[in-house]
């Protein structure tokens, strides 16, 4: 009997022991390093894994993806949709973690396998927190579908950050529009990227070493600022194409100040105020406070949790009203006072967004009317060479401004002593009412002007009639263009009057550029 | 002695006792049989949540066969007591859902595998007297089941999205069986027995930190055919 219950124990107890001891598969592991552009977590969590097939059949499911579908072309290649994190900047310089997307072309077709060329794609302003770029699962998440039809379905290696601020990101704060930051993020997970690579599922496909800089709106400006930055450090870009960006940001800084108003200002500026507040700590003084007291928590408010439309129904940004609609008199400068009334005077450089600016003022109005008058005193005594008058060059201001906000603006202009050494197609649309095309894209184009000839190239997708190497993308958006247009006076589309649609359309116009300079770009980059 | 009139706990107090022996002088008290064990398992679990996981993704359980070990240690008037135990077997756990979870292929794949330990320790009745040839028993307990050696497959990382570390919390639950021994000589006997019990357990699958679960019920039936040496 003795022997009966230790046998009972003995067996019990090896199956405590073995529960202790067993083993389990590993997962990924992290890194002891936190240095910057250290892949955090290896090997990646692979989000997703979609044929070809699968691709086109997801994509097709949908009417805004079958229109991608036909721009981007059907599938040649799966892709697979991983996770990374890993360590970088900060806009004060603390290190940090991100995170981001690595998508890599599968299949058996020869341009989904075997070593291939990377395109590093940097998004637009979002303000959705919880943004994943990597998460082609979320269906909102459109830039990341884009991507990844355009460029990993058609064979490249795409890797694009989600920035820090976003998604995993404790820092807090979004260094938006921090050329030295954002720069640093995208070299940081180019890097943590190719350390990822060899140890993924798909490793099958590899780097060849060739590296495609693009991104839109903000990642137009982010990739700029990469390009310069890694010129700088002596790595090889092959070509890039910013696209839409806010190059010259002092300019559009004035345009802005003066009247101009942009759609989408009033979430555009708690970003930059607190990136900047962050980076350099001269945006907002007690004394001088940036934001309207409505509106007393706008500098953290972005990127958030809540649905940016939410905020704004709960009347804690304006939609539209950036500046006060009872303007500011001046005492002492008529020659302000008028410039800084609506519409201004002189009037800003020819505009077909003009009427959308009216939208920028109301009451209440998220910047304060002080602000105003410092920013456009400061403007106008250290002019910048584009705005509200060109100069020869078109440079930013000659020496750095002292007024905070505009300093910034002067620090992270692209219009630094560099010009691109890769080809580089700037494309956009010229009635874009959210990043003025003249403002941005000529503005860079006419300061690179005494470049040799094919090294910059401009592509204004609403060029008509369409003509030159990208007159298909040209003719396709127009067409597209067109189609919303009147699909929008339909039933179906909302029976909207002609002038309802089409200040939709304006409305719409930034983000209906993007797949198509998008496609424009893939074609640039083919050609290398 | 009154045995029939105790509780469980009084006779499992009882089993501790060596004295005890000195009641079953004239028949041998103890049995150890040997024989084949085969695990038929009713699987239920909730679909698969956490991140990145799409509708409808679940799991299932293959049937399986092992070693099967008991020892069993009669009382007076047909009672008995019987530890059931199993060779650890390999316990595959195979997708069940969609064919595919983004192109990979998931329904029917082996996703994961791991041995358990699975003792079952049964309070048994046998009708007619201990001479009869063919003695039909029931019996009533607790399965206790503790799941090692837990892995992901190859085709279950590519499910998951990459190298994955599987937990299966441990299980105590009721079991029931129902068997029958053939009674060869004093010594040498047979049985067939079909069981259940119930094990129900937490599943988890943390690939870098996504960590992916659901509850699972096994609920496995067992037919057991052994042969039997008495002592």
């Not at chain 1, 905020?311 to 940004?317: K, M, P, S």
């Not at chain 2, 999205?161 to 009721?174: D, E, F, K, N, Q």
């Amino acid at each position: 009997m003795i022997k009966f219950v230790k046998a009972s124990l003995t067996a019990l107890g090896m199956a405590t022991l073995c529960a202790c001891g067993g083993s389990s598969s590993q997962t990924g592991s992290p890194s002891t390093s936190t240095a910057h552009g250290t892949l955090a977590l290896d090997p990646p969590f692979r989000i997703a894994s979609v044929n070809a097939a699968t691709l086109a059949a997801q994509l097709g499911s949908t009417s805004a993806g079958a229109q991608l579908l036909e721009l981007a072309g059907t599938p040649t290649c799966g892709v697979d949709f991983y996770y990374i994190k890993f360590w970088t900047i900060g806009g004060a310089g603390e290190t940090t973690e991100s995170s981001g997307a690595l998508m890599v072309p599968t299949g058996a077709a020869p341009a989904c396998s075997g070593p291939r060329p990377i395109v590093e794609y940097a998004h637009g302003t979002n303000a959705n927190k919880a943004l994943n770029i990597a998460d082609i699962t979320n269906t909102s998440n459109t830039e990341g579908a884009l991507i990844a039809a355009m460029f990993a379905a058609q064979g490249y290696i795409v890797v694009a950050p989600n920035y820090a601020g976003y998604d995993i990101s404790t820092l807090g704060y979004h260094p938006f529009l921090n050329a030295v930051q954002q720069s640093g993020e995208m070299m940081d997970i180019l890097s943590a990227a190719r350390t990822a690579l060899p140890g993924t599922m798909t490793s099958a496909t590899s780097d060849n070493g060739e590296l495609f800089l693009t991104g839109y709106s903000e990642g137009g400006h982010v990739a700029m600022a990469t390009l310069r930055a890694m010129q700088a450090a002596g790595e090889k870009v092959t070509a890039a194409a910013p696209m839409s960006g806010p190059y010259a940001l002092e300019a559009l800084g004035g345009v802005i100040f003066f009247g101009g108003v942009n759609l989408g200002s009033t979430e555009f500026s708690p970003l930059l105020a607190n990136s900047y507040q962050h980076a350099y700590g001269n945006v907002n003084s007690s004394t001088l406070p940036l934001f309207s007291s409505t509106y007393p928590n706008a500098e953290t408010l972005l990127p958030s949790d809540t649905p940016i439309d939410t905020i704004f129904e709960e009347g804690l940004l304006p939609e539209t009203a950036l500046f006060s609609s009872t303007t500011p008199v001046v005492a002492g400068s008529a020659e302000l006072t008028a410039l800084l009334g609506v519409p201004p005077t002189p009037a800003l450089p020819a505009s077909p967004q003009t009427p959308i600016f009216d939208l920028g003022f109301g009451n209440p109005y998220l910047i304060n009317n002080d602000v105003r008058v410092a920013y456009a005193e400061d403007a106008l005594t250290d002019p910048d060479g584009a705005v509200p008058t060109p100069t020869l060059g078109v440079p930013r201001a000659k020496v750095e401004p002292t007024f905070g906000l505009r300093q910034d603006f002067w620090v992270n202009d692209m219009r630094t002593d560099w010009a691109p050494e890769s080809p580089t197609l700037l494309c956009g649309g010229d009635e874009d009412p959210t990043v003025y095309f003249s403002i941005d894209t000529e503005t860079m184009v006419a300061y690179w002007g005494a470049l040799p000839a094919g090294l910059v190239t401009m592509l204004d997708v609403g060029q008509s009639p369409p003509s030159g190497p990208f007159a298909e993308v040209q003719t396709a958006f127009q067409a597209s263009q067109a189609a919303l247009l009147a699909y929008l006076q339909t039933p179906a589309g909302g029976g909207l009057t002609p002038q309802e649609a089409e200040e939709a359309v304006i409305e719409n116009y930034h983000t209906n550029v993007a797949p198509f300079c998008t496609a424009a770009a893939r074609a640039f980059f083919s050609q290398f | 002695m009154k045995i029939t009139k105790l509780n469980a706990l009084q006779i499992a107090t009882l089993l501790s006792l060596t004295g005890i022996t000195t009641a079953f002088a004239d028949e041998p008290p103890n049995d150890v049989r040997i024989g084949l064990y085969s695990v038929f398992y009713h699987t239920s679990a909730d679909d698969i949540t956490g991140p990145y996981v799409p509708a409808g993704v679940n799991l299932t359980a293959e049937n399986l066969e092992t070693l099967y070990v008991g020892i069993v240690r009669h009382f007076p008037d047909n009672f008995a007591l019987e530890l059931a135990l199993g060779y650890p077997p390999l316990s595959k756990v195979k997708g069940s859902g969609p064919a595919t979870v983004g192109s990979v292929p998931y329904d029917g794949q082996v996703i994961s595998s791991a041995r358990w330990i699975s003792p079952t320790l049964l309070f048994e009745y046998n009708f007619l007297p201990d001479t009869a040839k063919l003695r039909p028993y029931i019996g009533v307990g607790v399965n206790y089941t503790t799941f090692y050696d837990r892995t992901s497959t190859v085709a279950g990382n590519e499910a998951s999205g990459g190298p994955t570390r599987i937990s299966l919390t441990a299980a105590v639950g009721p079991a029931v069986t129902a068997g029958l021994t053939y009674r060869i000589n004093d010594r040498w006997h047979l049985h067939a027995s079909y069981g259940w019990s119930q094990v129900r357990t937490h599943f988890t699958g943390d690939t870098d930190g996504f960590e992916r679960s659901t509850h699972i019920s096994f609920n496995p039936s067992a037919l057991i055919v052994s042969g039997g040496y008495s002592f």
